[in-house]
């Protein structure tokens, strides 16, 4: 079995709020936006502490990576 492809998380704007979404990839590269795992196209920046803090995470997201595991 192989091993699942490389991800990391980031806080993005989601419509009225932060999220933590999973991208592909080994990390972000300061790209201005990019697509979600759960497929939403979002803008990037370099979040703040706080935004790490309190950003909730992506359920969806984190629901194809762990069905990606099994």
Not at 30 to 56: H, I, L, N, Y
Request: charged share 35%.
């Amino acid at each position: 079995m192989g091993e699942p492809p490389r991800h990391y998380w980031l806080p993005t704007p989601d419509e009225d709020r932060f999220v933590r979404h999973a991208f592909r990839g080994r990390r972000w590269e300061s790209q201005s936006c990019d697509t979600t795992v759960c497929g939403k196209r979002v803008a990037m920046a370099k979040p703040s502490e706080m935004d790490w803090c309190t950003a909730p995470t992506c359920r969806d997201c984190n629901g194809i990576l762990r069905d990606e595991q099994d």
